[in-house]
């Protein structure tokens, strides 16, 4: 079985090294842009099971593939499946891969407490479990957690909304604006940790100035669960927007920002607020509204000045924070965490690799997005990958 799989792998590697060295290496490609520094691991082989929640969303495609290409030039075979955001699914594919024999774990989960079965299963089998970028919550069986500092990202999204809305300068400092503006929040799907994080991060941010009546939530709709998003889905939030509106706006007022916890949630308010007369864009009206991993279709938009704001968590680095990950549990050796404090999944702190994120506005596309090579111009001009 172990000889047959490193057969398989050989060839694999072959065939991937030869794909890589024609291959740009950015989001758009599907590429981790690391330089084959992993590659020197390869003797080890192996077989690892990484677990995606969706492919609906451009960014858990742009994950898997970059995992799937950091670990294949580090030498291993990878079993890469896409549960389509459906708990179940998720459930068997994982169940499949521990039956498989795989050696490790990556797991990007859809409900982060569901998955306790399996992850008993892999400690069982003595398989490391690496939870990727959402933590998985009520299991001791989680080992090891790389992500980015959620809590900041949810800072920088609502620290964008008050840029935007001129409360505050991009530097931080006190803009000129006094408001009162008409704001509206979302958050995004309950069962995933991450969802809390944003959303604590956005409202320490943004309760002062709703406390002194710089910002107006005119619907009245300042809890998470009131703001939630299941799945995170575009629609569900299009839908939340209209109700909002016909709520809260029918008198004549208008919306002036949207703290947006996901490109994906900020394409369907755009959508509701054109349909209902805003814009095109902000300069017609449109309001501020902020987002999150710099999905392509969302990076044209700030380009074209309708949707303000993104937050870039650039998937090659934590696609390479896993493979380092990875590599040194199937060494025998202890990853290095940065975190040790934050992440308490319920039942113990898992030790977490955080990395930092940016806030995208249209002016620094250039040299966040094209410049590091995540997107080429042409994607950007286009708004596809
Ligand atoms: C979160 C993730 C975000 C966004 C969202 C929707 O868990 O951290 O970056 O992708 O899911 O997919």
Known sequence: MRNSKIAVLATGMTLTMALAACSGGGAGSGGNGSDGETGAAAAEGGLIGVSMPTETSERWIADGAAVEKGLTDAGYEVSLQFAGDD???QS?????????????LVIAAIDGTALSGQLDAAAAAGIPVISYDRLIRDSENVDFYVTFDNEEVGVQQATSLLVGLGILNEDGSEGDATGPFNVELFAGSLDDNNAHFFWKGAMDTLQPYI???????????TDIEQAATLRWSQETAQKRMEDLLTAAYSDGSKVDGVLSPFDGISRGV?????????????????????GQDAEIASVKLIADGVQYSTIFKDTRKLADQAVVTAEAYLAGEEPEANDTETYDNGVKVVPSYLLESDIVYADNIQPLLVDSGYYTTEQVESGQS
């Open 87 to 89: 708990i179940p699914t």
């Open 92 to 104: 068997q594919q994982i169940d499949q891969m521990i039956t498989q024999g795989v050696d490790l």
């Open 211 to 221: 406390d002194e009546g710089t910002l107006v939530v005119k619907s009245g709709q």
């Open 270 to 290: 755009i959508t509701a607020l054109q349909n209902a007369g805003y814009g095109p864009g902000i300069d017609a009206g449109m309001p501020i509204i902020s």
